[in-house]
Nanobody
């Protein structure tokens, strides 16, 4: 089993900053990528940003230039630094990891954290 534990969510005023962290643990041979998704009250979920084990990043247009994703491979930890936050960034943020669980595994599997609430007030 793989567990993802998120931290760092909370409430902030518009223009402020927050930093999310997510630690992966359990049956992990290698992590192929980690990232963050967010889900809005109307249940629409979207990719915020992801990063591969080699450092390649991908950002949603809505957060480009404001959010920075980083990966600490040795600690199986991904961070999301969120700056210039807007009320429309309010959502539940979910950590995601694509994991090869055993050295002999043929497939990689997707795992999710429990989610952390980010609320940005105007």
């Amino acid at each position: 089993q793989v567990q993802l534990v998120e931290s760092g969510g909370g409430w902030v005023q518009a223009g402020g900053s927050l930093r999310l962290s997510c630690v992966a643990s359990g049956t992990i041979f290698s992590i192929k990528s980690m990232g963050w998704y967010r889900q809005f009250p109307e249940n629409h979920r979207e990719l915020v940003a992801n990063i591969s084990s080699t450092g390649s990043t991908n950002y949603a247009d809505s957060v480009q230039g404001r959010f920075i994703i980083s990966l600490e491979n040795a600690k199986n930890t991904v961070y999301l630094s969120m700056n210039s936050l807007k009320p429309e960034d309010t959502a539940v943020y979910y950590c995601h990891a694509r994991v090869q669980e055993y050295y002999f595994s043929v497939y990689d599997y997707d795992h999710w954290g429990q989610g952390t609430q980010v609320t940005v007030s105007s």
